[in-house]
């Protein structure tokens, strides 16, 4: 099974960047795709990027691309989401969550098909 925890929210003025990072555990980290997702206060939780099993695919929402990017350490077992550019619509509780085994594309973009969620990190941007 694969557990994760996240990190490295805070509050960041618009403009900005932060690094998220979900440290994962489990023996089979590297044979799962890995999803970040955010949930704003009184709205549902919402996909954000996902990356595939082995790293070679990736797939964003249509709001972060270009400024978000995916990526995965399968030694560290950790999965990282550098966003740039942050906005005060980015403002969320971002989650991390292990998604199919030996999946890739295309990436699933449903919370039912994610799973071992993490306790979330939250990203305030101020403007």
């Known amino acids: 099974q694969v557990q994760s925890v996240e990190s490295g929210g805070g509050l960041v003025q618009a403009g900005g960047s932060l690094r998220l990072s979900c440290a994962a555990s489990?023996?089979?980290?590297?044979?799962?795709?890995m999803g970040w997702f955010r949930q704003a206060s009184g709205k549902e939780r919402e996909f954000v990027a996902a990356?595939?099993?082995?790293?070679?695919?990736?797939y964003y929402t249509d709001s972060v691309k270009g400024r978000f990017t995916i990526s995965r350490d399968d030694a560290k077992k950790a999965v990282y989401l550098q966003m740039n550019s942050l906005a005060p619509e980015d403002t969320a509780v971002y989650y991390c969550?292990?998604?199919?085994?030996?999946?890739?594309?295309?990436?699933?973009?449903?919370?039912?098909?994610?799973?071992?969620w993490g306790q979330g990190t939250q990203v305030t941007v101020s403007s």
């Open positions: 990356i595939g099993w082995d790293g070679r695919s990736t």
């Open positions: 969550a292990r998604g199919g085994l030996y999946s890739g594309a295309p990436l699933s973009t449903r919370t039912s098909e994610y799973f071992m």
């Open positions: 489990g023996r089979t980290f590297s044979r799962y795709a």
